[in-house]
């Protein structure tokens, strides 16, 4: 889905988002609400951020924990009900931060960082959500737990470290049809009991919803084109 370049108007882009992923649903034969949105604030300032908060819009997604600790506290001392997802790259020297900040982690994808989150939260007796990322096209550069080795690292999450393992996240490869990511990521969380599926963004959350996504991440769509982000 794309918006013509207009005035930021956040009333009117979170409303036409919510209309897309309504039309999604019910084409998909889909029960209402059975998908939430995930705005990608990620790069935006407060100033930004502020008038979807107004809007209505609730549930939120961030790449990088720095940032988010920079802007969220004050925001949710005006919107306490605010719902954080971190769905970037998490470091594990950055895990205690993360788990002070965010509601729910999306972009778990590797041992190291599942026991460091175990360990984190046992230690500050927190109770955390977290999806396993897939990554889905094999590619190299990018994060996320391999497809052949989904099972025994959602098997060690929830088994051995007593991890809340709700769901899977994916970035299909920019080059590639999406839909046969979103099908491989609904059969992984579908042979693992898994009822979490976060997938699709702004040009593709229709399709995401047509295979089953619970949970799209859209940020453009909403907020514009990004600003260049500042190192963290």
Do not use: Y
């Amino acid at each position: 889905m794309s918006l013509p370049a207009t005035t930021f108007d956040p009333t009117t882009r979170v409303a036409e988002v919510r209309a897309s992923i309504a039309a999604a649903e019910r084409a998909a034969n889909r029960s209402e609400g059975s998908v939430q949105l995930v705005a990608v604030s990620k790069n935006h300032d407060e100033t930004r951020i502020r008038p979807v908060l107004e809007a209505g819009q609730r549930l939120f997604g961030e790449n990088r924990v720095q940032e988010a600790e920079g802007k969220w506290p004050a925001l949710r001392q005006d919107f306490p009900d605010v719902v954080l997802h971190l769905i970037g790259p998490l470091q594990t020297n950055k895990v205690k931060h993360a788990v002070a900040t965010f509601d729910v982690i999306e972009s778990v994808d590797r041992e190291k960082l599942a026991r460091a989150l175990a360990t984190e939260l046992s230690r500050v007796g927190k109770h955390m959500a977290v999806l396993v990322q897939i990554n889905t096209g094999e590619e190299p550069q990018k994060a996320g737990v391999l497809p052949q080795d989904a099972d025994a690292f959602i098997r060690l999450c929830r088994e051995e470290l007593g991890l809340d393992v709700q769901g899977l996240m994916c970035i299909p490869p920019a080059n590639e049809e999406p839909s046969l990511h979103f099908a491989l990521l609904g059969k992984i969380a579908m042979r693992n009991n898994l009822s979490l599926l976060s997938m699709g963004m702004s040009g593709d959350f229709e399709t995401a919803i047509a295979f089953g996504a619970t949970h799209v991440r859209v940020g453009t769509a909403i907020f514009g084109e990004r600003p260049k982000a500042n190192a963290a």
